[in-house]
């Protein structure tokens, strides 16, 4: 009898496919377009079911509706940060979808990551960059206007053209400035202090075709669960 070579079919039996599993799986993904671990909830919450975040991930790319992340796998070497309270903080920053000549920007509240403002332009210049700021001030500036706004360094804002002093002067800045909101410069090579917002443009760039429209996107993604 030959004897077992060690770390070689060991652990628990792999289970195979379940047609059931896989049918709610699909369901609840064309329903709420989550990755798996809020599958894993959506699913045990409204279909009564069961299904390990992994398994729903093997179902998803068996599907094509979910890859590897290599990023995803490497130890971070900065810590999280995340406002209290909503309207304390936001991000803004533009992203080019690459099906589209549309470029998209918005406006992410750091605490609560819904998109407060945001639209989808021919060109990513500072005037269309004011006016995503408008579409801010005029939605929540009755509710508490926004202390601050983080932004990269791209000549949309302005940013690009830095003292060595460190100190910055632009027409966004200015624009911004005459809200009462006090523009915070991100980093140079650091674009984790945008995380939130880069994270939200891969959502973007994964979920926007299947909606008519940026406003019904938004609130699709604003109103899912969180």
């Known amino acids: 009898m030959q004897e077992p070579v060690v770390g070689e079919n060991m652990g628990r039996p792999r289970k195979p496919f379940d ?62 940060y995340e406002r209290e309270h909503s309207l304390s903080a936001g991000h803004i920053d533009w992203h080019e979808s690459g099906w589209s000549e549309l470029k998209v920007c918005a406006i992410i509240d750091d605490a609560s990551r819904m998109i407060l403002a945001g639209g989808e332009f021919k060109n990513a ?47 966004f800045k200015k624009h911004l400035e005459r809200h009462g909101i006090k523009p915070i410069l991100a980093k140079v090579k650091h674009p984790q202090t945008n995380g939130k917002l880069e994270r939200w443009f891969g959502e973007y760039q994964r979920h926007r075709l299947a909606f008519s429209s940026f406003e019904e996107f938004r609130d699709w993604y604003n109103n899912r669960p969180h």
């Open 125 to 171: 210049n500072t005037e269309n960059s004011k006016l995503v700021v408008n579409q801010l001030v005029e939605r929540y500036w009755w509710l508490c206007p926004m202390r601050e706004i983080i932004m990269d360094h791209g000549a949309e804002f302005g940013a690009h053209r830095i003292h060595e002093d460190g100190k910055w002067d632009s027409d």
């Open 19 to 80: 047609k059931r599993e896989e049918q709610v799986v699909s369901e609840a993904f064309t329903r709420y377009r989550f990755g798996a671990r809020m599958l894993e909830v959506v699913i045990r919450k409204v279909f009564k079911i069961r299904i390990s975040h992994n398994r729903i991930h093997m179902y998803l790319k068996a599907a094509d509706l979910a890859h590897e992340d290599p990023q995803k796998k490497k130890r971070r070497k900065w810590v999280r």
